[in-house]
């Protein structure tokens, strides 16, 4: 059986700017969580980060 051409022929991960930006975003999530549960209105704690 013939493959296919668009397939992938290489599937290990590569580090790549997506995931260094997907790491600070989960930091900023965690901050803004934080800073609500602490009493902080959404509004102001999605100013600050």
Do not use: D, F, H
Request: no cysteine; glycine share 4%; hydrophobic share 35%.
């Amino acid at each position: 059986m013939r493959q296919n051409s668009t397939a992938p022929r290489n599937n290990k991960l590569k580090p790549s700017s997506n995931l260094i930006m997907n790491g600070s975003v989960r930091v900023r999530v965690i901050r803004t969580l934080l800073a609500i549960q602490n009493g902080q209105s959404l509004s102001s704690s999605l100013i600050r980060y």
